[in-house]
């Protein structure tokens, strides 16, 4: 019995918090759009989530400026494949 196993492109889990300040340039950029301060941002990397406070903010803000992200990948983060 053989069996077919198809390679399957490996994939890259990125958290939520990672993604929007990747997505924004950094913790200072994005602190600057939502009208934190990057301290506070800097924590949220820290806990690994963003406060459901600004949330909304964000994605207001990321839409505004052609960023795009959900409001589901806000919440659970981003799966992204990759190769070698």
Same mark, same amino acid.
């Not at 019995?1 to 913790?27: C, E, W």
């Not at 800097?42 to 406060?51: E, F, H």
């Given at each position: 019995?053989?069996?077919?196993?198809?390679?399957?492109? =490996? /994939?890259?889990?990125? *958290? =939520?918090?990672?993604?929007?300040? $990747?997505? &924004?340039?950094?913790?200072?950029?994005?602190?600057?759009?939502?009208?934190? $301060? =990057?301290?506070?941002?800097?924590?949220?990397?820290?806990?690994?989530?963003?406060? /459901? *406070?600004?949330?909304?903010?964000?994605?207001? /803000?990321?839409? $505004?400026?052609?960023?795009?992200? *959900?409001?589901?990948?806000?919440? &659970?983060?981003? $799966?992204?494949?990759? *190769?070698?």
């Amino acid at each position: 019995m053989y069996v077919n196993i198809r390679r399957m492109s =490996p /994939t890259k889990h990125i *958290s =939520p918090v990672d993604l929007i300040i $990747d997505l &924004f340039g950094g913790v200072r950029k994005l602190a600057r759009c939502i009208g934190r $301060d =990057p301290a506070a941002v800097s924590r949220w990397k820290r806990l690994g989530v963003v406060p /459901t *406070s600004v949330q909304k903010k964000i994605l207001e /803000t990321a839409w $505004d400026q052609g960023i795009e992200i *959900s409001a589901h990948e806000m919440i &659970f983060g981003r $799966d992204i494949s990759w *190769s070698n």
